[in-house]
């Protein structure tokens, strides 16, 4: 389904974040207060147009208050990036992400009513980090401090033997999600699914024993 996605700030972020959403055939209003901004965005939006997130009048005439997701990615200018987010707020938008650059801006957002706060450079800095600790894990989210979903292929011991074989979850205390062979996903795997050395599991643990399965050879 069609949504209409707002962003608020056009630096590598916003930029990025509005190409994507247009990519995926959303509606995208892309802004900056900044015209040199706008250049590069125009191919990659539904409709662009250079205004101050500070100034309601000015967001209002956008139409931003139609819009049910808005993104304030107004980098360094902390002072900016919180009177948007409260403006916005005020003026009723359901969803307002913010990106955050460091814990006391993300502590003032909090409590002004940002729906959700983004760290991209820490959570993408797990992500790599995650990678090089293990050249298995493909991918990882983080669920809270101790739990996260990783992606790892299968190690070489349990090729072609079933999960009630392997009893994952009773010697690992993780769960396999799902079982991606080539462009086919598994999901919801019974005991009786076999896994093979070319499979992508998708696994649900504590961090502590993901990390055990991560290390099984
Ligand atoms: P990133 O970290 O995402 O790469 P950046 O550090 O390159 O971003 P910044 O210059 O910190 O980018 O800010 C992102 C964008 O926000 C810039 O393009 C800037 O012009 C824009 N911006 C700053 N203040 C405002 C404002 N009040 N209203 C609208 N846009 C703003
Ligand atoms: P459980 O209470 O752990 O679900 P169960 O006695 O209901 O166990 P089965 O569903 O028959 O058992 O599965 C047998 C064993 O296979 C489980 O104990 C578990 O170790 C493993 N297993 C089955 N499904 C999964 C899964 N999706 N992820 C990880 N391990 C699994
Ligand atoms: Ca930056």
Same mark, same amino acid.
């Given at each position: 389904?069609?949504?209409?996605?707002?962003?608020?700030?056009?630096?590598?972020?916003?930029?990025?974040?509005?190409?994507?959403?247009?990519?995926?055939?959303?509606?995208?209003?892309?802004?900056?207060?900044?015209?040199?901004?706008?250049? #590069?965005?125009?191919?990659?939006?539904?409709?662009? @147009?250079?205004?101050?997130?500070?100034?309601?009048? /000015?967001?209002?005439?956008?139409?931003?208050t139609?819009?049910?997701?808005? +993104?304030?990615?107004?980098?360094?200018?902390?002072? @900016?990036? &919180?009177?948007?987010?409260?403006?916005?707020? /005020?003026?009723d938008?359901?969803?307002?992400?913010?990106?955050?650059?460091?814990?006391?801006? %993300?502590?003032?957002?909090?409590?002004?009513? @940002?729906?959700k +706060?983004?760290?991209?450079? %820490?959570?993408?800095?797990?992500? &790599? @980090?995650?990678?090089?600790?293990?050249?298995?894990?493909?991918?990882? +989210? $983080?669920?809270?401090?101790?739990?996260?979903?990783? $992606?790892?292929t299968?190690?070489?011991?349990?090729?072609?033997k079933?999960?009630a074989?392997?009893? &994952?979850?009773?010697?690992?205390?993780?769960?396999?999600?799902?079982?991606r062979?080539?462009?086919e996903?598994?999901?919801?795997?019974?005991?009786?699914?076999?896994?093979?050395? $070319? #499979?992508?599991?998708?696994?649900?643990? %504590? !961090? !502590? #024993?993901?990390?055990?399965?991560e290390?099984?050879?």
């Amino acid at each position: 389904m069609k949504k209409q996605f707002a962003i608020i700030g056009l630096g590598r972020f916003g930029v990025s974040v509005s190409t994507e959403l247009y990519k995926l055939g959303h509606d995208v209003l892309a802004i900056d207060n900044n015209e040199e901004k706008l250049d #590069d965005i125009t191919n990659h939006s539904t409709y662009s @147009a250079v205004a101050d997130g500070t100034d309601e009048k /000015e967001l209002r005439n956008l139409g931003i208050t139609n819009f049910d997701h808005v +993104i304030v990615a107004i980098g360094d200018d902390l002072q @900016a990036s &919180i009177l948007c987010t409260l403006l916005l707020k /005020e003026m009723d938008i359901p969803s307002v992400w913010v990106k955050a650059q460091n814990f006391h801006h %993300h502590k003032v957002l909090d409590k002004i009513g @940002a729906d959700k +706060i983004i760290h991209p450079e %820490h959570d993408m800095g797990n992500r &790599i @980090a995650q990678h090089l600790v293990s050249d298995r894990v493909i991918d990882y +989210i $983080e669920l809270s401090a101790e739990y996260s979903i990783i $992606e790892i292929t299968v190690p070489a011991s349990m090729h072609k033997k079933t999960l009630a074989q392997l009893d &994952i979850r009773a010697k690992f205390g993780v769960t396999i999600l799902g079982i991606r062979r080539g462009k086919e996903v598994n999901i919801s795997p019974t005991a009786q699914d076999r896994l093979y050395k $070319e #499979d992508v599991l998708i696994a649900i643990g %504590h !961090n !502590n #024993d993901l990390r055990r399965f991560e290390e099984t050879n």
